[in-house]
C-alpha cells in the first residue's frame, strides 16, 4: 500500500515550491529603526549591535537616500540624547530643536517620500533611563503621558508621518490623539507599541542610546511596572483592543520572535495593521552565532522574518531590513 496523496509532490523543486509558498517577504514590509547623535561626520558602530550604526544628521541623509534607492521606504528614529541634557522629566524631549525634531526635518528634506516615524517615550531623555517620570520610587502614569503628548505633538511639527509610543503608561493613546486633533493633525497617525513585554532582549538597544535604568537607590531596576509580563497572553489582547480604542492607526507586539503566539492571536483578533518589532537582542544573538560560524547568517535571517510575516505581521520592524534587501537580491 501506498499513499495516494503524497505532500512531497508540492516540494519536489523549487518552481513547484515558488508556485505554491503562501508567505513572500518583500522590501515593502520593513520599517527600519534609525539611531541618530549630535555631532558631524559621525558613523559609530553599536557594540553590541554588529554593523549598526549610529549617524549624525549629516550622514543620516546619505543613509536614508541609500535606503529609499534600496526600495526601503519607511523608517522609525531613535536619538541619542547627550547625558548633560537628560533630567526626571524628559525636559528635552519636547525641544522643537532637539535632535529628533532635527533628526524627522533631516529625512524630509533628504527623502521627501520616506515615511518618518518618531519613537515616543521618555527614556533617552531621563536621567534615570525610564520611559516616565520617576517620584518616590514610582513611575507616574498620567503625568509621564502629559509629557509624551507634547512630545508627540513636537514631532507632529517637526514633520513626522506617525508617532509610536513604545513607553507603556496607560491611556497615552487618547491623550496623544486628543492633542493632535487639537492641533489639526489629522493625518499624523499613531502605531502604538500596544503589547511590548518587558524583555531581557532589549539590552543592545540600550546601549545603542545609552538608556537603560541607571543602578541607584530609589530608582525601578526594571521596566516591570509598565511593560507586559512575558508570561501573559490575555493581557495583550486587552492592551491592544484598548490602545485601538484610544485611537492607534496600527498595533505592535514586540519582542518578535518568543511572541510570535502573541502575533498570531492578536491578528486574527483585531482588523487594524499588526507590526512586529524584532529587537535588538534578536539581532545581536544572530550576529554573534553566524560570527563564529556556528549559524547560516542569510539562512537564519530569512527564516526569522519569514517566520515573523507568516505568524500575522504586516510590518516588521528590523535592524535586518538592509540585508533582507541583498539576501533578496
Ligand atoms: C524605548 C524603546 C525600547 C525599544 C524600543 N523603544 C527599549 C526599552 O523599552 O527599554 C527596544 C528596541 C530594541 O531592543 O531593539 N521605550
Not at 22 to 33: A, G, M, N, R
Request: charge should be negative; aromatic fraction near 8%; charged fraction near 30%.
Amino acid at each position: 500500500m501506498y499513499p495516494i496523496i503524497r505532500n512531497r509532490r508540492l516540494r519536489s523543486n523549487e518552481a513547484i515550491r515558488s508556485l505554491v509558498r503562501e508567505t513572500i517577504v518583500s522590501p515593502d514590509d520593513f520599517l527600519v529603526p534609525l539611531f541618530v547623535v549630535e555631532g558631524k561626520a559621525i558613523k559609530e558602530e553599536i557594540p553590541s549591535m554588529p554593523n549598526y550604526f549610529r549617524y549624525s544628521l549629516d550622514l543620516l541623509e546619505n543613509e536614508v537616500k541609500e535606503l529609499w534607492k534600496m526600495g526601503l521606504k519607511s523608517v522609525l528614529l531613535f536619538a541619542k540624547v547627550p547625558d548633560n541634557l537628560k533630567d526626571n522629566k524628559g525636559t528635552e524631549a519636547v525641544n522643537p530643536d532637539g535632535l529628533m525634531q532635527r533628526a524627522v526635518k533631516t529625512v524630509k528634506n533628504a527623502c521627501p517620500d520616506m515615511l518618518v516615524m518618531t519613537d515616543v517615550a521618555l527614556d533617552p531623555y531621563s536621567s534615570y533611563g525610564h520611559d516616565g517620570i520617576i517620584e518616590n520610587g514610582l513611575v507616574l502614569n498620567d503625568e509621564s503621558v502629559e509629557v509624551l503628548t507634547e512630545m508627540s505633538v513636537s514631532h507632529a511639527e517637526a514633520g513626522a508621518d506617525f508617532v509610536a509610543p513604545s513607553d507603556m503608561m496607560d491611556g497615552r493613546i487618547l491623550s496623544i490623539r486628543e492633542a493632535l486633533e487639537d492641533d489639526g493633525f489629522y493625518n499624523t497617525g499613531i502605531m502604538s507599541y500596544s503589547a511590548k513585554y518587558a524583555s531581557a532582549f532589549y539590552g543592545p538597544f540600550r546601549d545603542a542610546l545609552d538608556s537603560a535604568p541607571v543602578d541607584e537607590k530609589d530608582i525601578p531596576k526594571d521596566k516591570k511596572t509598565y511593560q507586559m509580563d512575558y508570561a501573559n497572553r490575555f493581557e495583550a489582547i486587552r492592551e491592544t483592543e484598548m490602545d485601538i480604542d484610544e485611537g492607534a492607526d496600527i498595533v505592535m507586539v514586540k519582542p518578535g520572535l518568543c511572541y510570535l503566539d502573541i502575533v498570531r492571536e492578536i491578528k486574527n483578533e483585531v482588523d487594524v495593521p499588526v507590526a512586529v518589532y524584532q529587537v535588538s537582542g534578536e539581532y545581536a544573538m544572530v550576529k554573534a552565532a553566524a560570527e563564529k560560524g556556528w549559524l547560516n547568517h542569510d539562512a537564519v535571517v530569512m527564516e526569522q522574518l519569514t517566520a515573523i510575516k507568516r505568524a500575522g505581521a504586516n510590518i516588521i520592524a528590523s535592524y535586518f531590513a538592509k540585508d533582507a534587501i541583498r539576501i533578496l537580491g
